[in-house]
Nanobody, 114 residues
Framework: VQLQASGGGLVQAGGSLRLSCTAS????????WEWYRQATGKQREFAAL???????RHADSVQGRFTISRDNAKKTVYLQMNSLKPEDTAVYYC?????????WGQGTVVTVSS
């Protein structure tokens, strides 16, 4: 199973980015999609998740600015990031859970300049 994340880049504060992550290989579905992020020198932290039924949760730090969504047919998850702040700068990782197994993507870099 491979997870391919994309959409990161350099953006000014207040700008927007949309991350995508697609699962491929021997995986028929994804039960729960998650996004995590890890800033330099900090631990990886939870950003958002969405269940197969479309129930979404967002970390307090991104609530109201980020929106997670998914396309089950495409086995793809998205993270729409608006009103970006310099403190959102991090490597963003997607994770796909199927039953008791979690698969991780390689990460995509988001840099927000002030």
């Amino acid at each position: 199973v491979q997870l391919q994340a994309s959409g990161g880049g350099l953006v000014q504060a207040g700008g927007s980015l949309r991350l995508s992550c697609t699962a491929s290989g021997s995986i028929s579905r994804v039960d729960v999609w998650e996004w995590y992020r890890q800033a330099t020198g900090k631990q990886r932290e939870f950003a958002a998740l969405i269940t197969s039924g479309g129930v979404a949760r967002h970390a307090d730090s991104v609530q109201g600015r980020f929106t997670i969504s998914r396309d089950n047919a495409k086995k793809t998850v998205y993270l729409q990031m608006n009103s970006l702040k310099p403190e959102d700068t991090a490597v963003y990782y997607c994770a796909a859970r199927l039953r008791a197994t979690t698969y991780w993507g390689q990460g995509t870099v988001v840099t927000v300049s002030s």
